[in-house]
């Protein structure tokens, strides 16, 4: 039964502050779901089918979803009994290290951070429903990568929702970067053609493209998005190099159909969960990568401008099951 | 597809238990099974589903011995009776005060849609209830929000009431209460920051407002697509606060908003409004027995009929169905016809209709519209004269008529072939209306 160990191991290496960030954001989600694995285990002194019921339901009620939770329901009981398990407490162990091993197998190698193309600017566009948090989590990327020193430019692609624009105009005096914004109703698609045409001129290292928030079901909408990324690649050629779809971690299953929608029209290059701290449950994470393989860059875990990180699965599964026990 | 929606999910089980005479224990198991993953798939809270399904249960073996009806129709029955019980009996609108201003408070959690929910309720008061209403900015966070709530406001043409963002919320909301008294409001608005519930600093701050100002409505903004950690979120505001009320927002996506559907089952908060749609007009008193139609795709006659009567103007469609028994429709009959099937194509209420949902999913909506586009190209490039005598249109005009709509003459025929069909059926329509069985429907629908 290593993996506890093994993740702790592994843990203790890395960086004390990104750990505490993590450990502390996930509080809640923590809370909810080892302190329930932990009473179930109290509760059983030996396995049965009733004790699985159980463990689905906490499982369905992290959203991990449905068909996932069977799966992974399935999965360990199979190994249980392949290899005489019977102690509830080795049987949770069991379930993290499935989770992990579904998110591990489910996907390419995870490279978190923005990759930059050699020559000419990065576009990123940022996609996703209303109400998200892409404007605030463009800000926190912009500052992000400005620290890194790379030259930034943000794009006010919504012209739609009142005040989007003042809102992220706000957000880039805050940051001193470049800002480029439109009339409102303005074609959204002309706007990112402007931007990417100064980022050209100003020599920038990355243009974050924000978009006007739209359901996934808006047909219309969504071939919108479709066209601006076309305006934009005939500007620089390969780009939008990254595409990442924000994703609340309050939404419940309606997040794979979501990320399902986006990817189709827009082929999306990673998500970012964005609320993790406090109230979420953060299954959805892995019903996303199992449903359609894409992975998890970053995560919010605060309000603060550097409470944005890269998305770690140790991380995430330490401070998930683990973290703060002792 | 990974997910269906919860009405066609149950829709389809129950098309499975409608061949069958009788309803035994294993194949109501399986819908059971069913059911609860529809449930679950529809993020309505876990607890809340058990429950549910018990009940069911219960409810459909008691009277198994009882009744021979269709299993089906039973069960459709029971389930419906019970997502009722769920949603609530009863809907309940706002309550007014009886002297002063009434004050209405908008909380909830980060991008749920407080600011644009609190512009969609001041015009639905002001244009229904004919209120006089102030709209106060009390977000002071989030950049840019006082932006877009007097950009509403002046949309939506209310009063806008505004400090800063540099001054405490308490303060602003007291401050709009005395200005909405000294100058006779009907109702005021206030919209707060968006905030975690376990954020006490911010949640104190939403109590503080709520002990100063005193309104007689705090109600949730809760989104449709949120899963099972909506209950909780609400139970935290709901121990601080004591909410009077929830607003489903976004309820216009494809999600079925199970999870707040369950706050109203384990908190007892009413929903009293919903989100349907970006525009300003987009917001809905809720009906638990339409919803609960609605999930269980039996349709949702009385939206349907309340929309059609809203959206399509009366006399324009008189005349029409006049000039369709008459039989003297011509080309720009059609015209006219064809701006109302767009209208109603690009509404929402087509999805309401009974049985349509699920055909719905197979209609290219953007072919529909390319298709009446070129038709309405084609009748405009006509001349008035030809368009009540198409029969006068021979090659030359045709020549004239595709290039100025940007078609060709084998278009210009169908269309002129598909004008003829119509014409002619509907020559057979006061037959067909004399019909007993047609009158009989037809009364049906004044009722």
Known sequence: MGLFSFLKEKILKKDKKVQEKYVTGLDKSRKNFSSKLKTLSKKYQKINDQYFEELEEILIEADVGVALTMEIIEATRIDATNKGITSPEEINELIVDKMFVSYANSGDNIVNEIQFSKNGPTVLMVVGVNGVGKTTTIAKLAYRYQKMGKKVLLIAGDTFRAGATEQLRIWSERLNCLFVSGKENQDPASVAYDGVSLAKKENVDLVILDTAGRLQNKTNLMNELAKMKRVVAKEIEGAPQEIFLIIDANTGQNGVIQAKAFKECTSLTGVVITKMDGTSKGGIILAIRDELGIPVRFIGLGEKMDDLEEFDLDQYLYGLCLGGEE | ?447
């Open chain 2, 1 to 447: 597809m990974a997910f269906e929606s919860l009405s066609d999910r149950l829709s389809s089980i129950f098309k499975k238990i409608r061949g069958q005479a009788y309803l035994t224990e294993a194949n109501m198991e399986e819908m059971l099974k069913e059911i609860r993953m529809a449930l679950l798939e529809a993020d309505v809270n876990f607890k809340v589903v058990k429950e549910f399904i018990n009940s069911v249960k219960e409810k459909a073996i008691g009277e198994k011995v009882l009744t021979k009806v269709s299993p089906g129709q039973m069960i459709t029955k029971i389930v419906h009776d019970e997502i009722v019980e769920l949603l609530g009996a009863d809907q309940c609108g706002l309550i007014f005060s009886p002297n002063g201003p009434t004050t209405i408070m908008l909380v909830g959690l980060q991008g749920t849609g407080k600011t644009t929910t609190a512009g969609k309720l001041a015009r639905l008061l002001k244009r229904k209830m004919a209120k006089k209403v102030l709209l106060v900015a009390g977000d002071v966070y989030r950049p840019a929000a006082i932006d877009q709530l007097e950009t509403i406001a002046k949309q939506v043409q209310v009063d806008f009431f505004t400090m800063g963002d540099k001054v405490s919320p308490v303060q602003i909301a007291l401050k709009a209460q005395e200005k909405a008294k000294q100058e006779h409001y009907d109702v005021v608005i206030i919209d707060t920051a968006g905030r975690l519930q376990i954020d006490e600093k911010l949640m104190d701050e939403l109590v503080d407002i709520q002990k100063t100002v005193k309104p007689q409505e705090v109600l949730l903004l809760v989104d449709a697509m949120a899963g099972q950690e909506a209950v909780n979120v609400a139970k935290a505001f709901h121990e601080k606060l004591s909410l009077t009320g929830m607003i489903m927002s976004k309820l216009d996506g494809d999600s079925r908003g199970g999870a707040a559907l369950s706050i109203k089952h384990l908190t007892g908060i009413p929903i009293k409004y919903i989100g349907v749609g970006e525009k300003i007009e987009d917001l809905e008193v809720f009906y638990p027995d339409r919803m609960a139609d609605r999930i269980l795709g039996m349709g949702d006659v009385v939206s349907l009929v309340e929309k059609v009567a809203e959206e399509v103007d009366e006399k324009e469609a008189k005349k029409t169905v006049n000039k369709m028994m008459s039989g003297n429709y011509t080309l720009n009959d059609m015209l006219a016809n064809l701006e109302q099937v767009k209208k109603f194509a690009n509404s929402k209420f087509l999805s309401l209709i009974p049985g349509v949902k699920q055909q719905l999913n197979s209609i290219d909506f953007n072919q529909l519209d390319k298709r009446i586009k070129s038709i309405k190209a084609i009748i405009n490039s006509m001349t008035p004269y030809e368009r009540e005598h198409p029969e006068v249109l021979k090659n030359s005009r045709k020549l004239r008529i595709a290039s100025g709509s940007g078609t060709s003459s084998m278009e210009i025929n169908q269309l002129l072939k598909q004008f003829e069909a119509m014409k002619k059926q509907m020559k057979d329509l006061p037959s067909m209306m004399n019909n007993p069985k047609m009158r009989n429907m037809m009364n049906n629908y004044k009722r």
